[in-house]
């Protein structure tokens, strides 16, 4: 896979503000939030999109999951509710080929999405 934006944000060659980290997965605060909070939660193993995942990645994509839930708790957005988004590719939406989970919350979110 080819290097990206956040492969630089995990070797700490760009900064970023960095929320959460653990043994395989970082979560740093998105450039252009969305959000009162925005955060961005990946593996730190680059793998480009939903498309590559492996029967494999079953607990890395679990963990990453956990990773954001348990941020939106410790951030108290629990009870009112959070989003999280994966894009994936072109009519996703995908601008960084990290796969990545972006989590928002702290304000009221619609639905269907533009
Ligand atoms: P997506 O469209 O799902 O691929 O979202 C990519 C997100 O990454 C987008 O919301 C903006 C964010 N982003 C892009 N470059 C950087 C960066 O250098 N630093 C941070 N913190 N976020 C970035």
Not at 2 to 12: C, G, H, L
Not at 44 to 58: H, M, V
Not at 75 to 98: M, P, S, W
Request: proline share 5%; with cysteine.
């Amino acid at each position: 896979m080819e290097d990206t934006i956040f492969s630089k944000i995990i070797r700490r060659e760009i900064p970023a503000d960095i929320v959460h980290e653990d043994d395989d997965v970082l979560g740093f605060r998105d450039i252009n939030a969305q959000a009162p909070t925005h955060v961005l939660f990946i593996p730190k193993r680059p793998i480009a999109t939903l498309n590559d995942l492996q029967e494999s990645d079953a607990v890395l994509i679990g963990k990453l999951v956990l990773a954001a839930t348990r941020y939106a708790r410790a951030e108290g957005l629990a009870d009112d509710g959070y989003r999280c988004v994966i894009n994936c590719n072109g009519h996703g939406g995908q601008t960084v080929f990290h796969l990545h989970l972006h989590l928002l919350g702290g304000r009221q979110m619609h639905w269907p999405p533009g």
